[in-house]
C-alpha cells in the first residue's frame, strides 16, 4: 500500500533517522535558538550539531543546548537527511507547535515508554518512542510536520500522512473528495475526533490600560479608522496592528468574526508566520494589538469583548469549554478509514481518553473534560439576569426569570453544554462526544445528586412558544442521558427545566449568536460538591 511505503521504513532507515546524520556543512554564522514554549531565544554564532545538540558561540563561551527543547533560526542552522517515520501526523501549526510535543511525551508514558523528541527543522519533530521508560527498545516514531489545516486534509488524499490535524472542521468539498479516494465518512466518529477547544484571543502588550473592547472597536483598529490607543481609552500612543498572512486559517478565522464577507485592506505594522511568533512580538510591542490561540497568551494582555447587544464575554476556560465565547474553535485530529494502523490508532485512542485532558490543559488548550462553576454572586450572568428582570417588572417574562435566578441559587453549572445541527434534533459532532464524558462524570457523583437539564432559545418567536420549546429540547437531552447511562446513572435524579430566551449568551443578531442561544445546560446541586 503506497501510505504503508511512505511511513514505514526498513530497521536500517530506523538507526539512521534515530542518529539524524550529521548536517550538512553551513557557513559559521548567528543562528537563535528558540525555546517551544518561545519564552527562550539564545542567538549566537553556530558552531556544530553533534549528538542531537547544538553548539553555539556566544559572549558568555561555547553554550551545548539539546536539540529536543528547541528550533533553530536562521540561515545557518543545520539541516538534516529526509527522516521517515511508523506515522505521521501533518497539518495546523497551532496543533503541532502547542499541543504535540506534550502529547507525544503524554502518550509515552501511558505505554511507560519515554519519548525522545527531537525537533529536525523548524516545521518538523519527530518522536521516538523507546520502550521500559527508556531502557528498552524502540516501539516506534512519529513525525510531526507543522504546515497548515487545508495541507493536512491534502496530505491525507495523497496519502502522505496517516492523521491530519486541523483548527477547523473539514469542508463539505475536502470529504467529498477523500471520500471519492476511498477513504471513508470523514465526519463518522471514528474518523473525526474533536480533540480541545482553543479560543482566538484578541492581544495587547501587558502594559496596556485597554481591557477591553466593543465589536466596534475592534472593527474601527483592523480597518485603519482607530489609529490611536486613546481613542479606545488608552495612552496617547499610535496602534501597530499585527496579522498572519491573508489565507491562513488565523487570518480567515478572525476576520471572518470581526467582518465577515466584506473585508477592508488591514493597515498592518507587522506579518506574523504563526501563533508563536505572534506571541514574540506581542511581548515587546508595547503599541500592537493582535490574536492568537489561547495556548500562546504568555506574557501577553487578553482583551474582554463586548458584542453588539453589551454582552462581555472572557476569554477563559469555562467559556471556551461552553463555546460562548464567540472567538473559540474547536481542534480537530482526522484520519483515513482505509491507511490507519495499529500505531495511529494506538495514539489516537490515547488522545481521546481522559488521561490526556491534563496533558491538553498543561499544554495551554483548553480540554474536553467536565468542569463545574458556582452561579452565586459573582456570576456576572446572575447580575445581568437582575439587571433584565427589572425591565421586565412583575410580567410574565419577570416571573420566569426570578424563577430561573432562584434557581441558579440551588445549582452550580457544569461546563457540558448541548447544541443541535441546524434544523435537527440530532447532537452535534461535539455534543456526541460530551454525552459520553458527562456519564462519566455523573457516574463518579454521589447517589441522590440532583441534575438539572436545562434549555434555552433564541429570540426568534413569542417568549411563551420559546419557554416551550426550550422545555421539549431539554427533555430530549434527558432521554438522551438516560438512554446513553443506563445503570451508570441510576443513582442520580434528572430533571428539566427551560427559560426560553432568557439569559442570552451572545447577541440575536446574527445567526451564530443564535445558534449559541439554543442550548441545553446541564446543572448540578450545590449541596453535593465532588
Known amino acids: 500500500m503506497k501510505l504503508k511505503k511512505q511511513l514505514k521504513m526498513s530497521a536500517a532507515g530506523i538507526a539512521l533517522a534515530s542518529a539524524f546524520l550529521a548536517p550538512s556543512a553551513t557557513l559559521a554564522q548567528d543562528v537563535t535558538l528558540v525555546s517551544t514554549d518561545g519564552t527562550i531565544n539564545v542567538t549566537g554564532q553556530f558552531v556544530s550539531f553533534e549528538n542531537d545538540t547544538y553548539v553555539l558561540r556566544t559572549a558568555l563561551g561555547d553554550l551545548r543546548i539539546a536539540s529536543s527543547s528547541v528550533i533553530c533560526e536562521g540561515a545557518a542552522c543545520p539541516t538534516f537527511d529526509t527522516v521517515s517515520a511508523d506515522v505521521i501526523i501533518t497539518g495546523s501549526e497551532a496543533i503541532a507547535i502547542g499541543m504535540m510535543p506534550l502529547l507525544m511525551t503524554g502518550f509515552a508514558a501511558n505505554l511507560d515508554a519515554d519519548a525522545e523528541i527531537t525537533n529536525t527543522s523548524a516545521t518538523e519533530t519527530i518522536a521516538t518512542l523507546i520502550d521500559d521508560g527508556g531502557f528498552g527498545d524502540e516501539i516506534g516514531s512519529y513525525l510531526i510536520s507543522s504546515t497548515s489545516s487545508e495541507d493536512a486534509f491534502q496530505a491525507l488524499l495523497d496519502r502522505e500522512a496517516m492523521i491530519g490535524m486541523s483548527s477547523r472542521r473539514i469542508t463539505q468539498d475536502e470529504a467529498r473528495a477523500l471520500r471519492a479516494d476511498g477513504s471513508g465518512s470523514m465526519v463518522s466518529p471514528e474518523q473525526e475526533r474533536i480533540i480541545a477547544v482553543d479560543s482566538m484571543v484578541v492581544v495587547t502588550h501587558s502594559s496596556n490600560p485597554v481591557q477591553e473592547l466593543t465589536a466596534e472597536q475592534l472593527a474601527g483598529i483592523f480597518s485603519g479608522q ?17 496579522s498572519y498572512e491573508p489565507g491562513s486559517a488565523n487570518y480567515e478565522y478572525f476576520m471572518s468574526y470581526v467582518f465577515g464577507e466584506d473585508r477592508p485592506n488591514i493597515p498592518v505594522s507587522g506579518i506574523a508566520a504563526d501563533d508563536q511568533a505572534m506571541s514574540n512580538v506581542m511581548f515587546h510591542d508595547v503599541n500592537g494589538i493582535g490574536y492568537l490561540g489561547y495556548a500562546f497568551q504568555r506574557g501577553a494582555q487578553p482583551v474582554k469583548l463586548v458584542n453588539e447587544c453589551g454582552i462581555a464575554t472572557q476569554p477563559d476556560a469555562f ?10 474553535r474547536r481542534m480537530y ?10 500505531s ?7 488522545v481521546m481518553s481522559d488521561v490526556a485532558d491534563n496533558v491538553i490543559g498543561k499544554s495551554g488548550f483548553i480540554d474536553l473534560g467536565v468542569v463545574r462553576r458556582a452561579q452565586g454572586e459573582s456570576d456576572p450572568r446572575r ?4 439587571e433584565e428582570i427589572a425591565r421586565y417588572d412583575i410580567g410574565f417574562e419577570g416571573e420566569i426569570m426570578n424563577e430561573m435566578l432562584e434557581k441558579m441559587g440551588e445549582y452550580d453549572r457544569l ?3 448541548f447544541r443541535f445541527r441546524t434544523g435537527s434534533s440530532n447532537l ?12 462519566t462524570y455523573l457516574e463518579e457523583q454521589p447517589a441522590g445528586t440532583k441534575i438539572a437539564v436545562v434549555g434555552f432559545t433564541d429570540d426568534v418567536g413569542p417568549f411563551e412558544a420559546n419557554r416551550i420549546l426550550a422545555v421539549e429540547r431539554a427533555g430530549e437531552v434527558l432521554n438522551e442521558i438516560r438512554a446513553a447511562g443506563g445503570d451508570r446513572i441510576a443513582g442520580i435524579e434528572l430533571e428539566t427545566l427551560g427559560f426560553g430566551e432568557a439569559a442570552p449568551s451572545a447577541c440575536n443578531i446574527s445567526e451564530r449568536g443564535r445558534g449559541i442561544n439554543r442550548r441545553v445546560e446541564i446543572w448540578i446541586s450545590n449541596s453535593t460538591e465532588s
Open 226 to 242: 482607530i489609529r490611536n490607543w486613546r481613542e479606545v481609552g488608552g495612552t496617547d500612543r499610535p496602534i501597530n496592528i499585527i
Open 319 to 328: 467559556s471556551a469549554k461552553t463555546e460562548e465565547y464567540e472567538l473559540s
Open 333 to 342: 485530529l482526522y484520519n483515513r478509514a482505509d491507511t490507519i494502523d495499529a
Open 344 to 350: 495511529g490508532q494506538a495514539f489516537l485512542d490515547y
Open 383 to 386: 447580575a445581568a439576569l437582575i
Open 415 to 417: 461546563s457540558t453544554t
Open 428 to 439: 452535534d459532532e461535539r455534543g456526541r462526544l460530551d454525552l459520553q464524558r458527562l456519564i
